[in-house]
């Protein structure tokens, strides 16, 4: 269950709890609506107005206050069995493409794709984007290093569909069980999940 390992430079995705209840009494979810409809645009970071600026200031505050009392034991203890800090390599030498060794959401979320099609695969492939570092995240780079979060409703939604998956390739199924894991430890608090990297 272990994600794969590489020895070149590299970005590190990690998630941590929050609670949701405290986040939607810090930033009203019109206002969250405003930074997800920017990120999907892409707006870029650098192009945005003070105005604007003040406005992913906020979201991110809100998260910093939603997990400030939670403790992520849980998280760091499988971080430390696991690894679960999910990577996007640059092997050496090697240019840096966005399709390169995709974080933990990505290379489940490829897997998920490859698995066929229908709603329920459009349903998990929709919720992984809200936390696949390479494609953005639900913020896209408007609150670096703020990936994205899923809603507690949306953590086990996105683990009772990855459930019925099975993956052919041993690393992407030891990723999918290591997500799911991710998602119990949420799910089973009633706590939302976002994502930083480092």
Known sequence: MRAGSNSGVGRYFYPHLFDADVFAEEVDA?????????????????????????????????LGMA?????DGALRALDEEFDIS?????AEGVPFRRSHCPDLAGHVQEGVWASGDGPA???????????NGIDGGRFGDLAEPFVGYLLPGEVQRAGALLEGHRFTDPAQEDDR??????????GRNGHGLYWTWL
């Open 121 to 131: 695969v459009d349903e998990l492939c929709a919720l992984l984007d809200h936390i």
């Open 67 to 71: 997990s400030a009392t939670l403790d």
């Open 86 to 90: 999910s990577r996007r390599f640059l």
């Open 30 to 62: 019109a206002t969250v609506a405003v930074l997800e409809r920017w990120a999907s645009d892409g707006v870029e970071c650098a192009g945005l107005t003070g105005a604007q600026r003040e406005v992913v200031d906020d979201v991110v505050a809100a």
């Open 177 to 186: 069980r290591l997500l799911l894991e991710i998602f119990s430890i949420g």
